[in-house]
């Protein structure tokens, strides 16, 4: 920064100038300061000419605010644009990058990655895109179409039944389930039936073990054993008569079976 008790810079670089009598600031851009040290150094060399090169607007007004200031150390020259007089002071300008500094160039952009797909594999992406968007707006549509096409049912089937107090007739394409309103019934719980206690019973004695028991008998049979039925002891039967004939006090129902007996012989 420049050496001059009257002079502020900004964060831009731009200057400010104060008018040492009545404190006025004056703003000078960095855009100006470059170009007054441009056309100072023309003046230097006697090059300026009025009707070829275009005079810097506020020039005169700067180099009467910079000289404000003795102890500075730089002058500039000063120009009448009206008479064209000038007058070359001994002591240099400022040098250009101290009077208006030029802000730092941008910073260099990083470098790019390689692509990572092929042109043929981001156009294969970009159509596989395009087919999977297109097909989820045809499947919003035709869901919008059924909503629209069942609240019309719906409407039309409340309708006819205010109109006519009936309930309406049934429509085969409606979903399964719903009312005349058009509400699905609500599904009630199921009741868990009771299991049938089976009461669990010895098998019973079938053909085969009968067969066994008949096998058995004819086996002790063979064998000699005593029959089972004439055991030792055993009672006559009733319809036998003894050889000593009726015994005495014999009941009638004996007699009677016995001459039936007789009968039959």
Not at 35 to 50: E, N, T, V
Not at 120 to 125: F, Y
Not at 154 to 160: D, E, S, V
Not at 205 to 233: F, H, T
Request: proline letters at 12%; a positive charge.
């Amino acid at each position: 920064m420049p050496r001059h008790i009257l002079l502020s810079r900004r964060a831009n670089n731009d200057i400010v100038i104060r008018n040492g009598d009545e404190g006025i600031p004056f703003l000078f851009t960095v855009t100006q300061l470059r170009a007054y040290w441009k056309f100072d150094r023309r003046l230097r060399a006697g090059r300026f000419k009025p009707h070829k090169h275009a005079y810097p607007a506020g020039y005169e007004s700067f180099v009467v605010l910079w000289h404000q200031d003795e102890d500075s150390g730089y002058r500039f020259v000063t120009y009448d644009p009206d008479t064209g007089e000038t007058s070359i002071p001994e002591l240099p300008p400022l040098p250009i990058d101290e009077l208006a500094p030029l802000p730092p160039p941008p910073a260099a952009p990083p470098p790019q990655a390689p692509p990572q797909h092929t042109p043929e594999e981001v156009q294969a992406i970009q159509g596989s895109l395009i087919f999977t968007a297109g097909r989820h707006v045809r499947h919003l549509q035709m869901a919008s179409r059924s909503m629209a096409a069942r609240t019309e049912r719906r409407k039309a089937k409340k309708a006819i039944k205010r109109a006519f107090g009936a309930p309406a007739p049934e429509d085969d394409s409606s979903s399964e389930g719903e009312d005349a309103s058009g509400r699905r019934p609500k599904k009630r719980a199921r009741k868990e039936r009771p299991v049938p206690k089976v009461a669990i019973t010895a098998p019973r004695a079938g053909p085969s073990s009968r067969i066994e028991e008949m096998d058995a008998y004819l086996s002790a049979d063979a064998e000699g054993e005593p029959d089972p039925d004439e055991k030792e002891g055993a009672e006559e039967p009733r319809n036998v008569v003894s050889s000593a004939g009726p015994t005495e006090g014999g009941s009638k129902k004996k007699k009677k079976k016995t001459g039936a007996v007789e009968g039959d012989a």
